[in-house]
């Protein structure tokens, strides 16, 4: 597994359902995963909880500890964080995992909006 991805859900499972219509599109199966930590309840949304592993916290938590309740999960040492309304292709995501492992010396690698 190339990378797993973590979104933390706060009233956004719209986003969330656009962001994977673009990478589920042109996504290879085995390549990565999708975490989903929810912090404002129950997903509801089909398209999420047929494609992702979905993660509750007890309270609103915050974004930070979401994070790191996803990572905990993750099956992959490549972690990606990122926000559910980002308009990624899984070829956009990959091509920033390929930067990050090409180097030692990269450790985190973040984008410029």
């Known amino acids: ?22 990478l589920i599109k042109e996504k290879p199966k085995d390549q990565f995963e999708v975490i989903v930590v929810s912090n404002s309840g129950a997903i509801v949304s089909e398209a999420i909880l047929r494609t992702c592993q979905v993660l509750y916290s007890d309270v609103n938590c915050g974004y930070a500890r979401a ?12 972690l990606v964080f990122c926000n559910p309304d980002i ?8 091509y920033l995992v390929d930067v990050t492992k090409s180097s030692e010396t990269i450790g985190l ?5």
């Open 67 to 78: 994070c790191n309740l996803g990572a905990k999960s993750a099956q992959s040492e490549m």
């Open 1 to 22: 597994m190339l990378f797993s991805m973590i979104v933390v859900n706060y009233n956004s499972e719209k986003q969330i359902e656009n962001l994977l219509g673009l």
């Open 109 to 113: 690698l973040s984008i410029d909006t």
């Open 87 to 94: 308009h990624s292709t899984f070829e956009q995501i990959k």
